[in-house]
């Protein structure tokens, strides 16, 4: 099983619609849990973070997390053109030697058709 | 604020060849990370240091890869010898201990 684990994707939606991306990670003691956006050719950037149970809101982004199912996801709604790229999900160890350590899905890609 | 540097930005070099990376992170940082991006897959870790002490290199190919951070600032990620399967971005970044990670441009490696 893979630590961390996105829904394959390609994931193809309108603009204007609500776009939904799935993780599911293996370490149950993990804490932090990471939404990175990668646009083709370009590093990384960190969209959301969440670490605690629940919902957590910023802008159009709503980031959830279950532990007890250890599931995190993110959904985008009101999608633009601007937010097709691929989607990390990126979990971070609970501590010792695996503390800031970030284990990353294969990556979600999204496209927003206009 | 300036970013995580990574030079150079391309290499192509061919197979058994040696090659260097190089990466200065964002100032004040004491946490810094490589990682190898395959096409289509995600960032996995290679080596996180901590000042200059090394926290972790479990997945660091240790007979063909090194990396050293002797000042605790910048750092170099060598590859010696280089083989096809290596062909990858390589990606540097930098938090506060603890704290978010900020990824370099990375270094767009393709050995032939």
């Known amino acids: 099983q893979k630590e961390v684990e996105q829904n394959s994707g390609p994931l193809s939606v309108p603009e204007g619609a609500i776009a939904s991306l799935n993780c599911t990670y293996s370490?149950?003691?993990?804490?932090?849990f990471f939404w990175y956006r990668q646009y083709s050719g370009k590093s990384p950037e960190l969209i959301m973070s969440?670490?605690?149970?629940g919902d957590k809101e910023d802008g159009r982004f709503t980031a959830q997390l279950n532990k007890a199912s250890q599931y995190v996801s993110l959904l985008i709604r009101d999608s633009q053109p601007s937010d097709s790229a691929t989607y990390l999900c990126?979990?971070?160890?609970?501590?010792?030697?695996?503390?800031?350590?970030?284990?990353f899905g294969q990556g979600t890609i999204l496209t927003v058709h206009p | 604020e300036a970013g995580v540097a990574q030079s150079p930005r391309y290499k192509i070099i061919e197979k058994r060849q040696s090659v260097a990376f190089w990466c200065n992170p964002i100032s004040g940082h004491a946490t810094l990370y490589w990682y190898q991006q395959i096409l289509g897959q995600g960032p996995k870790l290679l080596i996180q240091f901590q000042n200059n002490g090394v926290v972790d290199d479990s997945q660091l190919p240790k007979d063909r890869f090194s990396a050293e951070r002797l000042k605790g600032v910048d750092s170099t990620l060598k590859i010696q010898p280089a083989k096809l399967e290596d062909s990858a971005v390589y990606l540097c970044?930098?938090?506060?201990?603890?704290?978010?990670?900020?990824f370099g441009p990375g270094t767009r490696l393709t050995v032939l």
């Open positions: 990126a979990v971070r160890g609970a501590g010792g030697t695996s503390y800031g350590k970030l284990t």
């Open positions: 969440i670490y605690s149970n």
């Open positions: 970044a930098s938090s506060l201990v603890g704290g978010t990670q900020y």
């Open positions: 370490d149950r003691v993990s804490q932090s």
